[in-house]
Antibody, heavy 116, light 106 residues
Framework: QVLLVESGGDLVKPGGSLRLSCAAS????????MTWIRQAPGKGLEWISV????????YYADSVRGRITTSRDNGKNSLYLQINSLRPEDTAVYYC?????????WGQGTLVTVSS | DIQMTQSPSSLSASVGDRVTITCRAS??????LAWLQQKPGEAPKSLIY???SLQGGVPPKFSGGGSGTDFTLTISSLQPEDFAIYYC?????????FGPGTKVDI
């Protein structure tokens, strides 16, 4: 079955960096666009990034553009999200999703907390 | 960016009730509209795509409608497991924005 498992979330200080991973299984990873969304505590869902099959031309939301990089390794069935210059408002659960328009499966999420 | 609004923001209902949630886009999006369900402490779950097509495994008590700017999600007979927050999402134009959510509780 389709399984997406995020990891890498942590408590980091403002200005720090973090790399999140999403391990995919149960489907041909290279056939799918992949999506990242996030959810701040007690808030709604926020779409932040999408990447195509080949890993080129990622697209980012304005709220994170310039501070994040989405990449993938199709050989490892893995999706990544590099977040730099972390701010308290980046505190959220980060979810990866299979597909883009729209995603049909979601992982369980990984928590990023930005605090001094 | 395309802005998505939902109404109501919350509603109280009983088991067996028929419930309808409305989602509106700030500009036309054709039928590029998805609905997601999220229960407390859980990841979102995709319910509907293309405004009215059910994702695999989603029971037919869920139905979606609309096109252009106005959309609906209807749950035909609420069950205890349906109490959750429901989000709409447009995927017509990047960024693929979400509505603020509608909380359905008892």
């Amino acid at each position: 079955q389709v399984l997406l498992v995020e990891s890498g979330g942590d408590l980091v200080k403002p200005g720090g960096s973090l790399r999140l991973s999403c391990a995919a299984s149960g489907f041909r990873f290279s056939d799918y666009y992949m999506t990242w969304i996030r959810q701040a505590p007690g808030k709604g869902l926020e779409w932040i990034s999408v990447i195509n099959h080949h890993g080129n031309s990622p697209y980012y939301a304005d709220s994170v553009r310039g501070r994040i990089t989405t990449s993938r390794d199709n050989g490892k069935n893995s999706l990544y999200l590099q977040i730099n210059s972390l701010r308290p408002e980046d505190t959220a659960v980060y979810y990866c999703g299979r597909g883009s328009a729209p995603p049909d499966y979601w992982g369980q999420g990984t928590l990023v907390t930005v605090s001094s | 960016d395309i802005q998505m609004t939902q109404s109501p923001s919350s509603l109280s209902a009983s088991v067996g009730d028929r419930v309808t949630i409305t989602c509106r886009a700030s500009q036309g999006i054709g039928d590029d509209l998805a609905w997601l369900q999220q229960k407390p402490g859980e990841a979102p779950k995709s319910l509907i795509y293309g405004a009215s097509s059910l994702q695999g495994g989603v029971p037919p008590k869920f139905s979606g409608g609309g096109s252009g700017t106005d959309f609906t999600l209807t749950i035909s007979s609420l069950q205890p497991e349906d109490f959750a927050i429901y989000y709409c999402q447009q995927y017509h134009t990047y960024p693929f924005t979400f509505g603020p959510g509608t909380k359905v509780d008892i």
